[in-house]
């Protein structure tokens, strides 16, 4: 027992002498090494870390930006809509007093919604058996004031103006349902044909028929928001004869800090949930949405991977070449006593510092420029405004997996070299 706790003793001391060394001769290499080799090395470990995390980022980002909006652009923080067999959440009164009286609620906003058309050439239209320019259609009545508190609809106007109380007769027509916006050709898709603000059309819904003017058209990349029309509350329960005030969507914004789930039990607590499907913002995303998003996670994850490939090969090659350039100087390292291990230590070392410089630099230049500045300036996709997605336990990881490469990258070639006999090393054989 004495015997091998003496030379685990020796064992822990030889390491600690072989690492001081390593470390002497790690500095004393880059010290005396070419600026611009160790520079060149420095920026490829600095864009391959950029790679491991931005790639990903920005491919999670697109449909994070996504999400983003569809949360603060239509569904709040938590959303209530009608059950499964209900054309609407009934008892609807009673359940928005209940939601006034939340001291957790920042505002909410209520929804009527019915499928329809929209047509616009029905007063120049000549035959019957010519096309219609009309558009299917998901009609909503809303309170203008409340929606635009909740969602800032009134800002995603792109040409006219937004409801107001006196607009009775007024239509704001999501962007996706004009020609115009969506230039596209799909089977089943019908699209309006050069309508502009001021135009009259004409809403059905059933047997129901109402002519409206033209104020705004709306666009926000959501397609809650850019596949519908927006008409006036107190219009529309007139045109569907909903005499009740029974609602079909009630969506709500939390105030900053407040856990949605715990206003989801909450609600559900009340007795809401006999009436109305509760759900988180996130709980009501679109399973397709969900399904991209992770798509798009692990095909970033297979490029950084491929970047961490290639940036291991490259500190190979980096290594392997120093130590074949200096195979006389490693030989006479070993013929004068230093230990193997010192010397592949100093390569390890020296792999190390390279990884580590690489990816101090990448952290400065994301998180102080690339994602302040991403955030401030989304990517303009079709489909959403892309921002880069960072989270630093993510990025942890890949700083991790990136000088773990690096540092089985540097030991491999040292270890090589190191091996080859010292007085064919020192001869150059």
Known sequence: MKRTFSR?????????????LGFFLALRQVRRGNKWTTALIIFVMMLTFLNLVVVRGVLVGLLQGSTNVYKSGYAGDVILTNLPKKNFIENSPSIIETIETLPWVEAYSYRYVESGEIEANYKTRIRLDEDSNSAGASIVGINPELE????DIGGKVIEGRYLTRDDSDGILIGANLLRKYLDIEAPGLTLLEDVEIGDRVRMKIGENLKEFTVIGFLQSKVDQIDF??????????????????????IAIKLKPGVDPYFVKDALERSGVSKYAKVQTWDESLPKFLLDIQNTFGLLGNVVGSIGLAVASITIFIVIFINA?????FIGILKGIGIKSSAIEVAYIIQAIFYAAIGIIIGLVILYGFLVPFIDAHPIPFPFSD?????????????ALLLMIATLIAGYIPAKIVVRQNTL??????
């Open 324 to 328: 074949i350039t200096r195979r006389k």
């Open 386 to 398: 892309g921002i880069l997605v960072a989270e630093i336990p993510n990025t942890a990881l890949r």
């Open 424 to 429: 064919d090393s020192i001869l150059g054989r």
């Open 8 to 20: 685990s003793k020796q064992w822990v001391k030889n390491l600690v002498i072989s690492i001081r």
């Open 228 to 249: 519908r029309v927006f008409v006036l509350d107190t219009t529309f329960r007139g045109l569907i004869g909903r005499g009740d005030y029974n609602v079909d969507e």
């Open 148 to 151: 635009d508190g909740l969602t």
